[in-house]
């Protein structure tokens, strides 16, 4: 029996796996869902890719999963703060100083 690795490379190779990958996109809804907890929560205490990863495992099936961190840059520095602003609502502001200038 392949692992789902092998079976997503040969699929992608053109070669025949042993049974029909699948890779659903599950983004963001279903595992927030599957870990039990609201969007809000999610996303601010959650590292995406590892609630993908127990998702794929929960479920299965083979997966991807693109997770875009910000680039590093000595030229610039941001500052974010978060306030709650009613139930189930944040506001987020963020500060990114480059250059000399605030943006």
């Not at 809804?29 to 590892?50: C, K, N, T």
């Not at 875009?68 to 520095?77: E, K, L, M, V, Y």
């Amino acid at each position: 029996m392949m692992t789902p690795r092998q079976r997503m490379l040969s699929a992608y190779e053109g070669h025949f796996p042993d049974t029909v990958p699948v890779a659903p996109e599950f983004w963001y809804y279903v595992p927030a869902r599957l870990l039990g907890l609201s969007m809000i929560e999610f996303e601010r205490d959650v590292p995406h890719w590892q609630a993908l990863q127990q998702t794929f495992a929960h479920y299965q099936c083979e997966g991807w999963g693109i997770v875009a961190p910000s680039a590093p840059s000595d030229r610039g520095q941001s500052r974010s703060t978060t306030k709650q602003i009613g139930p189930g609502r944040y506001e987020v502001h963020t500060t990114t100083r480059t250059g000399g200038r605030t943006l």
